[in-house]
């Protein structure tokens, strides 16, 4: 499958469940597609306005495609994951986790050092000792072409969502 | 009467009343199992999600069983046996499960609204107003009363050298601390649920050995009062998912547990009651006179009839039932679960005889001796039961200071329902007043509190039963059944808070008579304004 047409299939995938929007510019960075999801639990008393306790946690995907894949475009990608976080991250009482999860999806081979690079990325951040939750980066990089993934860690997690 | 064949009654009436009142129940209220609820209309796979009956049955019986069904028939065993034992099976059968039922029935009919919206709905926002006032004094009741429970079983009397208590306020502590890091790993670390939920119920049982064998808490009644109070101050403010929900979701392998040691005690055992069946209709204890009607029947709340169960419970499950048909199993089928709890409760303390202590020390007492018919050291057995017992009764806690603290928050908000900047709704003032009203009650102890607590419980089931009855006939239904009921907790209730002011002016227990005063006025207020309404409502009808 090329890239192309394996990103329009992941933004039917993203749109039953997400809010998506295709071709957008975050932070100077053009993106493929963005998508989040918001979910709140909580326990709620005579109406649904009286909310006892709940939380939040949230996801943010940025999938964007790249032609020329190396270790210094994905250092720029994650720099800018971590930028997101900075910036998009609303810490609060209710807030328990967001999940920044980053997709590169290329064409090009998948050597040695960007696996490596991928599977050793490990970026997290937590707000007043977790108690106002905490936020966590998922990198994948993904090529369709011969249908191979690399994930990090929490990455590994989301893995079959990505899959052909 | 011996007890195997109580279980055995109970068991069958309420697999009777389940196929043939239950049978009627839905022909009359119109259970359509072709209709759409709301997990399919509104399906949002948040909120809205239709699940497995048997799955949800177990999520809405955890969230309604707590440390009531076991207190009440204990607190209430000193009518006897019989008369406990009846009203258990009666009031499951005729009363709660048509209540838990109808409220989820009617929540599912209005889109999964909860029952307070309902409520809402026919009474208007000055009612609401009313009704927190009466939400916050009857939280301030279950707050004092479980913490006075819990720190009592907790303590030790170095006079006696008895190490139950001990062990088991050990083993509380040590289960806390295990629940906090569950959370933490599974949350926060990201480690496997089906992992760690083995490793989590290994060391559950690990921290019962610690605490039997190393009980090194040793605090008397106060220092656990000042413990339980830190700790419920800290547990409604905490995030959900770090303490909370790990607790929870470890304490309902410790209710299965518990659930299964007792039934295959009471069936290997097979002990008579031994206390008397009945002890007539007044019973003198100490100064005050208890009489069988009504204070029996606001001593078992829960496992028989609870308002609280239609208030928190039907907000959540409404929202995921697959099926109307399913609303028979959860609502009805749940309570009557929770009627099985309570008669195993009721036989932990009328089979042994001179059991003594706080409800908790009597329950896990009974159910030790029990579950040593099957190779379980009775100490270790009491250990394991009070653990289990006071993890419901801290779920109570926390969950009633969470209530009482948005209540109070909710005095200071604006007419729209937007927060002000005032100190009433800081959440931290509002959870140091609601719990410092508790310990102010705390003196009087839960016995004395408990009556209170019951009236308020059960006058709200008579309000969740009011809102389903006016539903019913307002769809030409037959409303007769959730009808009855409700005239019966209402005059249940309100002589219930007559007797108790009566009582607590004689006695000079003033705070707990100006809270029974304030009670019974909105109860009153609130049915008046609950009738007008109806009757306004009917007239116009009428006149249209």
């Keep these: 499958m090329d890239s192309l047409s394996y990103i329009g299939n992941l933004y039917d995938r993203f749109s039953i469940y997400y809010n998506t929007s295709r071709n957008v510019n975050i932070l100077n960075e053009s993106i493929d597609i963005l998508a989040q999801y918001k979910d709140i639990q909580g326990r709620t008393l005579l109406t649904q306005k009286d909310i006892i306790d709940s939380f939040e946690t949230n996801e943010i995907c940025y999938i964007k495609k790249i032609d020329n894949m190396d270790i210094s475009s994905l250092t720029a990608f994650t720099e800018f ?4 976080i900075d910036t998009f991250v609303q810490p609060k009482r209710d807030h328990m986790c967001t999940y920044i999860t980053g997709v590169l999806v290329t064409e090009c081979p998948l050597n040695e050092d960007i696996t490596r690079f991928v599977q050793k990325f490990k970026y997290s951040k937590s707000y007043l000792f977790s108690l106002h939750g905490w936020s966590e980066i998922r990198l994948l990089v993904i090529n369709p072409d011969i249908e191979k993934i690399i994930a990090n860690r929490p990455g590994k997690k989301v893995i079959k969502f990505y899959k052909f | 009467m011996n007890s195997l064949v109580l279980l055995l009654i109970g068991a069958i009436l309420f697999l009777i009343a389940y196929t043939t009142y239950g049978a009627y129940l839905a022909k009359s209220w119109g259970i359509d199992p072709s209709r759409k609820t709301p997990a399919h209309t509104m399906r949002d796979d948040i909120d809205y999600c239709p699940s497995n009956a048997n799955v949800l049955l177990g999520h809405h019986f955890s969230s309604i069983a707590g440390a009531g069904p076991i207190t009440g028939p204990i607190q209430a065993a000193i009518f006897g046996w019989l008369p406990v034992y009846l009203w258990i099976v009666v009031g499951s059968i ?35 107003t009313l009704f927190n006032i009466y939400a916050w004094l009857t939280i301030i009741l279950i707050v004092a009363a479980f913490t006075d429970i819990c720190a009592g079983t907790f303590a030790y009397d170095p006079a006696t050298g008895d190490l139950t208590g001990a062990r088991a306020g050990t083993a509380s502590v040590l289960f806390i601390i295990l629940a906090m890091a569950f959370g933490y790993l599974v949350y926060r670390k990201g480690a496997n649920l089906a992992i760690s939920s083995i490793f989590g119920v290994a060391l559950l049982f690990f921290c019962i050995y610690l605490g039997y064998t190393f009980p090194f808490i040793k605090l008397s009644k106060m220092g656990w009062n000042i413990i339980l109070i830190i700790y419920i101050c800290a547990a409604s403010t905490l995030p959900v998912w770090l303490l909370l929900q790990p607790r929870d979701y470890l304490c309902s392998y410790l209710l299965y547990a518990m659930l299964i040691g007792g039934f ?44 609280f169960h239609s208030l928190v419970g039907s907000g959540t499950s409404s929202k995921q039932v697959d099926n109307e048909k399913d609303t028979k ?56 039961i009070i653990l289990a017992f006071s993890a419901f009764a801290l779920t109570s806690l926390d969950t009633a200071t969470r209530i009482g603290r948005y209540v109070f ?9 937007t927060s002000t900047k005032s100190i009433g709704s800081n959440m931290y003032v509002a959870t140091l007043v609601t719990v410092g009203a508790s310990c102010i009650l705390l003196m009087y102890g839960y016995t004395k509190i408990w009556p209170i607590f019951g009236s308020a419980n059960q006058l709200l ?24 009921p409700m005239i019966f907790m209402f005059a249940v209730t309100l002589s219930a808070l007559y007797l108790l002011i009566r009582n607590f002016l004689k006695a000079g227990n003033i705070i707990l008579c100006v809270i029974a005063v304030l009670l019974f006025i909105l109860a009153i207020v609130l049915i008046y304004t609950a009738a007008t309404i109806m009757k306004n409502r009917k007239s116009k009808d009428l006149s249209a």
Aim: net charge positive; charged share 10%; aromatic share 10%.
């Design chain 1, 81 to 84: 994951l971590k930028k997101a």
């Design chain 2, 409 to 417: 928050q909710e005095f200071f908000d604006k007419a729209d329902g």
């Design chain 2, 461 to 484: 089931a008579g309000l969740a039963l009011l809102a389903v009855t006016v539903w019913l006939a307002n769809s030409g239904k037959n409303y007769k059944m959730t009808l009855i």
């Design chain 2, 94 to 128: 005729f009363f709660g499960g048509v209540h838990d039922w109808g409220a989820l029935f009617a929540s599912v009919r209005h889109k999964g609204s909860s029952i307070g919206e309902i409520i809402r709905e026919n009474l208007g926002q000055k009612a609401k």
């Design chain 2, 329 to 384: 199993l959860i609502g009805y089928g749940g309570m009557l679960i929770e009627g099985l709890v309570a008669i195993l409760a009721l036989i932990s303390v009328g089979a042994f005889q001179g059991a003594s202590g706080t409800p908790a020390a009597i329950f896990s007492s009974g159910i030790a001796t029990l579950m040593s018919s099957f190779g379980i050291p009775v100490e270790v057995g009491k250990v394991f």
């Design chain 2, 264 to 307: 295959l005690g009471v069936i290997i055992v097979r002990p008579d009651m031994v206390i008397n069946a009945s002890n007539g209709f007044a019973v003198v204890s100490g100064n005050s006179t208890s009489y069988l009607f009504p204070i029996l029947f606001v001593t078992v709340a829960c496992g028989a009839i609870s308002g």
